[in-house]
């Protein structure tokens, strides 16, 4: 799953995710909110709701322990 604002795209590996909440709990911007939606491993995964906030700080990509989330700058 991938949400996309002006200048980001965030990419969510979600059968990667063990639903640790790391990047929740540091994305100082409060991007994500824990989704009611399971994986195949029966982790609760994130979702970048408020993606239009994102600033592109990378916090959350350089913290998730399974490598599941992608951040990729929109070059125009
Ligand atoms: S890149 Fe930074 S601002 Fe954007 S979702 Fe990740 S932690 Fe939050
Ligand atoms: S830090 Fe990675 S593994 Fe943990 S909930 Fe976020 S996306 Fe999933």
Redesign the pocket.
Known sequence: MAKINKKFKLF??EE?????????E?CNLHV?D?SPKINNKG????VPERIEDCNGCQI?EL???????ILEEIRL
């Open positions: 969510i590996d990667l995710c063990k639903g640790c909440n790391i990047c929740v540091l994500f824990i982790y609760y995964i994130p959350c913290s998730c322990p399974e490598l599941s989330l």
